[in-house]
Protein backbone atom coordinates (compact mmCIF):
# COMPACT_ATOMS: atom_id res chain seq x y z
CA UNK A 1 0.00 0.00 0.00
CA UNK A 2 3.08 2.43 0.55
CA UNK A 3 4.25 1.63 -2.76
CA UNK A 4 0.61 2.64 -4.15
CA UNK A 5 0.59 5.95 -2.07
CA UNK A 6 4.09 7.09 -3.60
CA UNK A 7 2.99 6.52 -6.87
CA UNK A 8 -0.80 6.50 -6.95
CA UNK A 9 -0.79 9.52 -9.50
CA UNK A 10 1.50 7.27 -12.39
CA UNK A 11 -0.89 4.56 -11.63
CA UNK A 12 -4.09 6.68 -12.35
CA UNK A 13 -2.61 7.50 -15.60
CA UNK A 14 -2.04 3.68 -16.08
CA UNK A 15 -5.18 2.69 -15.91
CA UNK A 16 -6.83 5.09 -17.96
CA UNK A 17 -3.84 4.65 -20.67
CA UNK A 18 -5.32 1.03 -20.10
CA UNK A 19 -9.25 2.22 -20.71
CA UNK A 20 -8.50 3.86 -23.64
CA UNK A 21 -6.90 0.99 -25.10
CA UNK A 22 -9.59 -0.64 -24.86
CA UNK A 23 -11.52 0.99 -27.05
CA UNK A 24 -9.39 1.23 -30.18
CA UNK A 25 -11.04 -0.14 -33.61
CA UNK A 26 -9.96 -3.42 -34.98
CA UNK A 27 -7.32 -4.08 -37.18
CA UNK A 28 -7.59 -3.83 -40.91
CA UNK A 29 -7.25 -7.50 -41.01
CA UNK A 30 -9.92 -8.05 -38.51
CA UNK A 31 -12.56 -5.51 -40.31
CA UNK A 32 -12.13 -7.24 -43.98
CA UNK A 33 -12.30 -10.73 -42.43
CA UNK A 34 -14.85 -12.80 -44.16
CA UNK A 35 -17.94 -13.85 -42.54
CA UNK A 36 -19.90 -17.13 -41.66
CA UNK A 37 -20.57 -17.94 -45.70
CA UNK A 38 -17.11 -17.06 -46.48
CA UNK A 39 -17.45 -13.54 -48.56
CA UNK A 40 -15.71 -10.54 -47.38
CA UNK A 41 -18.13 -7.88 -46.79
CA UNK A 42 -17.62 -4.78 -49.37
CA UNK A 43 -16.34 -1.48 -47.72
CA UNK A 44 -19.56 0.52 -46.67
CA UNK A 45 -21.92 -2.82 -47.16
CA UNK A 46 -21.45 -4.07 -43.54
CA UNK A 47 -24.46 -5.22 -42.36
CA UNK A 48 -23.57 -4.36 -38.40
CA UNK A 49 -23.21 -1.17 -36.71
CA UNK A 50 -20.90 -0.53 -34.27
CA UNK A 51 -20.84 2.13 -31.57
CA UNK A 52 -18.00 4.99 -32.18
CA UNK A 53 -14.54 3.79 -30.27
CA UNK A 54 -13.33 5.16 -27.35
CA UNK A 55 -10.57 7.27 -28.44
CA UNK A 56 -12.66 8.85 -31.52
CA UNK A 57 -15.81 9.55 -29.31
CA UNK A 58 -13.25 11.63 -26.26
CA UNK A 59 -11.54 13.18 -29.16
CA UNK A 60 -14.69 14.84 -30.06
CA UNK A 61 -15.94 15.58 -26.01
CA UNK A 62 -12.15 16.68 -25.75
CA UNK A 63 -12.78 19.06 -27.74
CA UNK A 64 -15.57 20.41 -26.31
CA UNK A 65 -14.65 20.03 -22.65
CA UNK A 66 -12.70 23.41 -22.10
CA UNK A 67 -15.77 25.68 -23.38
CA UNK A 68 -18.24 23.07 -20.90
CA UNK A 69 -15.49 23.64 -17.92
CA UNK A 70 -15.77 27.25 -18.36
CA UNK A 71 -19.74 27.15 -18.67
CA UNK A 72 -20.48 24.54 -15.73
CA UNK A 73 -17.45 26.48 -13.67
CA UNK A 74 -19.90 30.04 -13.91
CA UNK A 75 -23.01 28.06 -12.73
CA UNK A 76 -20.90 26.98 -9.21
CA UNK A 77 -19.27 30.29 -8.95
CA UNK A 78 -22.01 32.77 -9.64
CA UNK A 79 -25.51 31.03 -8.35
CA UNK A 80 -25.93 33.12 -5.14
CA UNK A 81 -26.58 30.30 -2.66
CA UNK A 82 -23.22 28.05 -3.69
CA UNK A 83 -21.28 31.54 -3.58
CA UNK A 84 -22.79 31.85 -0.11
CA UNK A 85 -21.72 28.42 0.94
CA UNK A 86 -18.59 28.57 -0.13
CA UNK A 87 -17.93 31.80 1.65
CA UNK A 88 -19.71 30.41 5.24
CA UNK A 89 -16.98 27.77 4.63
CA UNK A 90 -14.37 29.55 3.90
CA UNK A 91 -15.05 32.00 6.83
CA UNK A 92 -15.34 28.82 9.09
CA UNK A 93 -11.32 27.75 7.81
CA UNK A 94 -10.14 30.63 8.77
CA UNK A 95 -12.14 30.96 12.32
CA UNK A 96 -10.47 26.76 12.85
CA UNK A 97 -7.39 27.91 12.12
CA UNK A 98 -6.64 30.96 13.75
CA UNK A 99 -8.51 30.27 17.02
CA UNK A 100 -6.20 26.61 17.33
CA UNK A 101 -9.18 24.74 17.18
CA UNK A 102 -7.42 23.34 14.22
CA UNK A 103 -3.91 22.55 16.29
CA UNK A 104 -6.16 21.27 19.06
CA UNK A 105 -7.81 18.82 16.94
CA UNK A 106 -4.95 17.06 15.46
CA UNK A 107 -3.04 16.63 19.07
CA UNK A 108 -6.23 14.81 19.37
CA UNK A 109 -5.79 12.60 16.22
CA UNK A 110 -2.06 11.84 16.91
CA UNK A 111 -3.15 10.47 20.87
CA UNK A 112 -6.60 8.99 19.62
CA UNK A 113 -5.49 7.29 16.06
CA UNK A 114 -8.89 5.25 14.87
CA UNK A 115 -7.29 4.00 11.26
CA UNK A 116 -3.94 2.44 13.15
CA UNK A 117 -4.35 -0.56 10.77
CA UNK A 118 -1.88 0.60 7.83
CA UNK A 119 -3.98 -1.46 5.23
CA UNK A 120 -7.22 0.27 5.98
CA UNK A 121 -5.36 3.39 6.22
CA UNK A 122 -4.18 3.12 2.78
CA UNK A 123 -7.07 2.08 1.40
CA UNK A 124 -9.24 4.74 2.23
CA UNK A 125 -6.51 7.08 1.02
CA UNK A 126 -6.81 5.33 -2.33
CA UNK A 127 -10.11 5.19 -2.48
CA UNK A 128 -10.61 8.91 -1.70
CA UNK A 129 -7.61 9.62 -4.51
CA UNK A 130 -8.62 12.34 -6.94
CA UNK A 131 -6.67 9.70 -9.57
CA UNK A 132 -8.58 7.16 -8.39
CA UNK A 133 -12.03 9.11 -9.21
CA UNK A 134 -11.19 9.94 -12.87
CA UNK A 135 -9.66 6.24 -13.74
CA UNK A 136 -13.21 5.21 -12.44
CA UNK A 137 -15.31 7.81 -14.48
CA UNK A 138 -13.51 6.81 -17.77
CA UNK A 139 -13.84 2.90 -17.16
CA UNK A 140 -18.02 4.10 -17.23
CA UNK A 141 -16.96 6.32 -20.04
CA UNK A 142 -15.36 3.83 -22.13
CA UNK A 143 -17.40 0.86 -20.87
CA UNK A 144 -20.88 3.38 -22.29
CA UNK A 145 -19.49 3.84 -25.54
CA UNK A 146 -18.55 0.64 -26.67
CA UNK A 147 -21.80 -0.44 -25.83
CA UNK A 148 -23.66 2.46 -27.80
CA UNK A 149 -25.22 3.62 -24.36
CA UNK A 150 -25.43 7.37 -25.10
CA UNK A 151 -27.32 7.92 -21.46
CA UNK A 152 -24.88 6.95 -19.63
CA UNK A 153 -21.88 8.39 -21.61
CA UNK A 154 -22.99 11.70 -20.88
CA UNK A 155 -23.26 10.94 -17.02
CA UNK A 156 -20.03 9.99 -16.95
CA UNK A 157 -18.80 12.42 -18.98
CA UNK A 158 -20.45 15.19 -16.76
CA UNK A 159 -18.90 13.13 -13.36
CA UNK A 160 -15.83 13.82 -15.27
CA UNK A 161 -16.48 17.20 -16.00
CA UNK A 162 -17.58 18.07 -12.15
CA UNK A 163 -14.34 16.30 -11.05
CA UNK A 164 -11.77 18.45 -13.02
CA UNK A 165 -13.95 21.82 -12.49
CA UNK A 166 -13.34 20.47 -8.37
CA UNK A 167 -9.48 19.66 -9.41
CA UNK A 168 -8.72 22.98 -10.88
CA UNK A 169 -10.19 25.28 -7.98
CA UNK A 170 -8.99 23.17 -5.60
CA UNK A 171 -5.30 23.28 -7.04
CA UNK A 172 -5.49 27.22 -7.25
CA UNK A 173 -6.83 27.33 -3.68
CA UNK A 174 -3.61 25.30 -2.52
CA UNK A 175 -1.22 27.48 -4.29
CA UNK A 176 -2.62 30.70 -3.49
CA UNK A 177 -2.92 29.34 0.70
CA UNK A 178 0.07 27.09 0.71
CA UNK A 179 0.20 26.22 3.91
CA UNK A 180 1.48 23.30 5.54
CA UNK A 181 -0.22 20.26 7.06
CA UNK A 182 -0.09 18.91 9.99
CA UNK A 183 2.75 16.63 9.26
CA UNK A 184 4.30 18.84 7.68
CA UNK A 185 3.42 18.14 3.80
CA UNK A 186 2.74 21.40 1.49
CA UNK A 187 -0.16 23.01 -0.15
CA UNK A 188 -2.54 22.01 2.69
CA UNK A 189 -5.89 24.07 2.06
CA UNK A 190 -8.58 22.63 1.20
CA UNK A 191 -7.82 19.01 0.82
CA UNK A 192 -8.14 17.60 -2.45
CA UNK A 193 -9.48 14.57 -1.29
CA UNK A 194 -12.37 15.69 0.68
CA UNK A 195 -13.24 18.00 -2.28
CA UNK A 196 -12.89 15.16 -4.89
CA UNK A 197 -14.59 12.50 -2.94
CA UNK A 198 -17.74 14.76 -2.00
CA UNK A 199 -17.77 15.58 -5.52
CA UNK A 200 -18.37 12.06 -6.87
CA UNK A 201 -20.97 11.51 -4.23
CA UNK A 202 -23.04 14.78 -5.13
CA UNK A 203 -22.84 13.97 -8.56
CA UNK A 204 -23.96 10.49 -7.87
CA UNK A 205 -26.69 11.61 -5.37
CA UNK A 206 -28.19 13.74 -8.12
CA UNK A 207 -27.99 10.90 -10.77
CA UNK A 208 -29.60 7.98 -8.24
CA UNK A 209 -30.87 9.88 -5.60
CA UNK A 210 -30.61 9.03 -1.92
CA UNK A 211 -29.95 4.64 -2.38
CA UNK A 212 -26.25 5.46 -4.45
CA UNK A 213 -25.93 8.89 -2.48
CA UNK A 214 -26.43 8.24 1.24
CA UNK A 215 -23.33 5.49 0.90
CA UNK A 216 -21.36 7.32 -1.11
CA UNK A 217 -21.65 10.28 1.14
CA UNK A 218 -20.91 7.75 4.23
CA UNK A 219 -17.82 6.65 2.08
CA UNK A 220 -16.64 10.24 1.66
CA UNK A 221 -16.75 11.08 5.47
CA UNK A 222 -14.61 8.31 6.28
CA UNK A 223 -11.83 9.28 3.80
CA UNK A 224 -12.21 13.15 4.73
CA UNK A 225 -11.86 11.20 8.50
CA UNK A 226 -9.30 9.40 8.01
CA UNK A 227 -7.31 12.53 6.24
CA UNK A 228 -7.65 14.30 9.99
CA UNK A 229 -6.78 10.79 11.47
CA UNK A 230 -3.84 10.63 9.50
CA UNK A 231 -2.51 14.00 10.18
CA UNK A 232 -2.29 14.68 6.05
CA UNK A 233 -5.02 17.51 6.43
CA UNK A 234 -6.14 19.96 8.79
CA UNK A 235 -10.15 19.90 10.25
CA UNK A 236 -9.95 23.41 8.08
CA UNK A 237 -8.77 22.01 4.85
CA UNK A 238 -11.58 18.77 5.24
CA UNK A 239 -14.42 21.18 6.60
CA UNK A 240 -14.10 23.68 3.15
CA UNK A 241 -13.04 20.49 0.80
CA UNK A 242 -16.23 18.95 1.63
CA UNK A 243 -18.20 21.98 0.76
CA UNK A 244 -16.36 22.45 -2.21
CA UNK A 245 -16.72 19.26 -3.40
CA UNK A 246 -20.32 18.89 -2.37
CA UNK A 247 -21.73 22.68 -4.69
CA UNK A 248 -19.45 21.59 -7.62
CA UNK A 249 -21.09 18.12 -7.87
CA UNK A 250 -25.00 18.82 -7.05
CA UNK A 251 -24.35 22.13 -9.15
CA UNK A 252 -22.81 20.13 -12.48
CA UNK A 253 -24.91 16.79 -12.24
CA UNK A 254 -27.76 19.09 -11.53
CA UNK A 255 -27.62 20.66 -14.64
CA UNK A 256 -26.97 18.27 -17.13
CA UNK A 257 -29.57 15.69 -15.46
CA UNK A 258 -32.16 15.05 -17.75
CA UNK A 259 -35.67 15.89 -16.46
CA UNK A 260 -37.04 13.10 -14.19
CA UNK A 261 -40.66 12.51 -12.89
CA UNK A 262 -41.17 8.78 -10.52
CA UNK A 263 -38.07 7.39 -12.37
CA UNK A 264 -39.54 8.05 -15.34
CA UNK A 265 -37.83 10.37 -18.03
CA UNK A 266 -39.43 13.23 -19.26
CA UNK A 267 -39.54 13.83 -23.11
CA UNK A 268 -41.04 16.58 -25.16
CA UNK A 269 -43.72 14.32 -27.63
CA UNK A 270 -45.15 16.12 -30.68
CA UNK A 271 -47.79 14.51 -32.88
CA UNK A 272 -50.23 15.31 -36.40
CA UNK A 273 -53.96 14.32 -35.97
CA UNK A 274 -56.75 15.18 -38.48
CA UNK A 275 -57.78 18.25 -36.58
CA UNK A 276 -53.73 19.78 -36.67
CA UNK A 277 -50.88 18.98 -34.78
CA UNK A 278 -50.61 18.29 -31.17
CA UNK A 279 -47.85 18.69 -28.22
CA UNK A 280 -47.05 17.03 -25.11
CA UNK A 281 -44.82 15.12 -22.75
CA UNK A 282 -43.90 10.95 -22.83
CA UNK A 283 -42.41 9.33 -20.15
CA UNK A 284 -39.54 6.75 -20.81
CA UNK A 285 -38.71 4.37 -18.38
CA UNK A 286 -35.06 2.60 -19.01
CA UNK A 287 -34.61 -1.01 -17.82
Keep these: MKIFRRNGRRLSIFCITLISLSGCPASAEQSEAPDSSGQ ?11 PANFLSSFANDFLNWPRRIILDSNDVLFRSDNFSALMMAGGASIAMH ?16 VFKDSFVDESFNALGCPGTHFAAASLWYALSVESGDQ ?5 AWTMMTA ?14 RDNETPNEKAWAWPSGHTSSSFTAAAVLDEFYGPRVGIPAYILSGLVAFRMMDAGDHWASDVVFGATLGWVVGHTVAGKHKKLELAGFEVLPYTTGTADGPSAGIQLVKRF
Excluded at 100 to 105: Q, S, W
Aim: charged share 25%; aromatic share 6%.
Design 40 to 50: SSPPGQSEQVY
Design 98 to 113: QSNADKRLARHFIKHR
Design 163 to 176: LAITGLTTVGLKAI
Design 151 to 155: FNKER
